[in-house]
C-alpha cells in the first residue's frame, strides 16, 4: 500500500508518515495505487486498529493536481 511523508501547513519543520486510505476509518491498504501525488492536500483520519493502537492515515483532499 502507499504510504506518505506528509509536512503541516502550520510548522513545516513537523513532518508525519501513514499509509493512504479512500475513507474516514479505512484499514490501511484500502485504497487504490497511485491515489496522491507529491503536492497534492490531504487530510487525516485515524484507524483504531486494536485498544492499544491508533494509526494516522491520510486521505487526499480536493483541490490536489489530477
Known sequence: YE???VTLD???TIRLVG???DASGAAPGTA???RVA???P???SFWTADEHTTLPCWI???GGAR
Do not use: S
Open 3 to 5: 504510504v506518505v511523508v
Open 10 to 12: 502550520d510548522d513545516p
Open 19 to 21: 499509509p493512504v486510505v
Open 42 to 44: 490531504v487530510r487525516v
Open 60 to 62: 487526499r483532499t480536493a
Open 38 to 40: 507529491i503536492g497534492d
Open 32 to 34: 487504490a495505487e497511485h
